[in-house]
């Protein structure tokens, strides 16, 4: 029965000794950096409305 007691004892001690060890097998892993990617395309929308509208006034103006 001691001897049960024992190997119960010494298993539990064991188990927790390696939990959490930081042994020299195991390396840190290693986190890449997240990649953010930058739309740089330039959207011709933000000057083909106010040259339509200036087109517009001007054909107004000319027409009369």
């Not at 049960?4 to 890449?32: D, N, Q, R």
């Amino acid at each position: 029965m001691k001897k049960i007691a024992l190997a119960a004892a010494l298993s539990v001690a064991a188990t927790s000794a390696f939990a959490g060890g930081h042994g020299s097998k195991y390396a840190e892993p290693v986190v890449e950096p997240a990649v953010v990617v930058e739309d740089t395309r330039s959207s011709s929308a933000g000057i083909i409305v106010p040259l339509m509208l200036l087109l517009v006034v001007a054909a107004a103006v000319a027409s009369k």
